[in-house]
T-cell receptor, first 112, second 111 residues
Framework: EAGVAQSPRYKIIEKRQSVAFWCNPI?????LYWYQQILGQGPKLLIQ????????DSQLPKDRFSAERLKGVDSTLKIQPAKLEDSAVYLC??????????FGPGTRLTVL | GENVEQHPSTLSVQEGDSAVIKCTYS??????FPWYKQELGKGPQLIID?????GEKKDQRIAVTLNKTAKHFSLHITETQPEDSAVYFC??????????FGPGTRLSVLP
C-alpha cells in the first residue's frame, strides 16, 4: 500500500513570496490533515478535511494560509505572503478510521 | 482546550537498557492516546496507542500505561537498540476534537 505522498520535499523562498505544497493521501482515506511542525516542537493542526469539506480550520492563519481538497483526494496548502515565522515542516496526514493517522514525509520550508 | 506536556525533552540510554517517556494531559475527556516515532527527515509513525478504557498495552518491546485519575500516560521501551534512536511524540484526543501533540522527546541509544 502506497503511503502519503508530499511534494516538494524542500522549499526555500524569500519573505513575502508565495509557496504551495501538495499532498496525495492514501487511497480511500476520507480524512486529510495538514500540520505545521516548527523545529523542536510537536505537530500543530492547521486544517482537517473530511472528503472535500473542511471540518476544522480554527488554527489556520487565514490571512495568509489557504487550503483546498478538490474532489476529496489530493490537497494543496498555500502560503501567501510568507513570513519568516512560517519556516517549518509541513506535514500531511490521512486516516480511514477516526483515530489512526498516517503521515507523509513532510515539506521543509525555509523562509529567508 | 487540551494541553499535553512531555518529559524528558532528551533522553540518553545505553543499548539494552530501558527508556521511559512520560506525558500528562489536561482534558479529562480525552480518550485516545497515541505515541509516534519520528526519524530524521521522515513524518511521524504510529508505534502504539491506548484508549481510555484500557490501563496498559504491550507490543513486543514497547508498552504504554495510562493513569486516567492522574491524567498521565507513559511509553516504555525495553532492551533498547540503536534503531530506537528518534524523536518520540505523545498525543491526546477527545472524540470530536483534534489531536494535541506533546513537544517531543529525543531518545539516543548509545552502543
Amino acid at each position: 500500500e502506497a503511503g502519503v505522498a508530499q511534494s516538494p520535499r524542500y522549499k526555500i523562498i524569500e519573505k513575502r513570496q508565495s509557496v504551495a505544497f501538495w499532498c496525495n493521501p492514501i487511497s480511500g482515506h476520507a480524512t486529510l490533515y495538514w500540520y505545521q511542525q516548527i523545529l523542536g516542537q510537536g505537530p500543530k493542526l492547521l486544517i482537517q478535511f473530511q472528503n472535500n469539506g473542511v471540518v476544522d480550520d480554527s488554527q489556520l492563519p487565514k490571512d495568509r494560509f489557504s487550503a483546498e481538497r478538490l474532489k476529496g483526494v489530493d490537497s494543496t496548502l498555500k502560503i501567501q505572503p510568507a513570513k519568516l515565522e512560517d519556516s517549518a515542516v509541513y506535514l500531511c496526514a490521512s486516516s480511514w478510521t477516526y483515530n489512526e493517522q498516517f503521515f507523509g514525509p513532510g515539506t521543509r520550508l525555509t523562509v529567508l | 482546550g487540551e494541553n499535553v506536556e512531555q518529559h524528558p525533552s532528551t533522553l540518553s540510554v545505553q543499548e539494552g537498557d530501558s527508556a521511559v517517556i512520560k506525558c500528562t494531559y489536561s482534558d479529562s475527556a480525552s480518550n485516545y492516546f497515541p505515541w509516534y516515532k519520528q526519524e530524521l527527515g521522515k513524518g511521524p509513525q504510529l508505534i502504539i496507542d491506548i484508549r481510555s478504557n484500557v490501563g496498559e498495552k504491550k507490543d513486543q518491546r514497547i508498552a504504554v500505561t495510562l493513569n486516567k485519575t492522574a491524567k498521565h500516560f507513559s511509553l516504555h521501551i525495553t532492551e533498547t537498540q540503536p534503531e530506537d534512536s528518534a524523536v518520540y511524540f505523545c498525543a491526546a484526543r477527545n472524540y470530536g476534537q483534534n489531536f494535541v501533540f506533546g513537544p517531543g522527546t529525543r531518545l539516543s541509544v548509545l552502543p
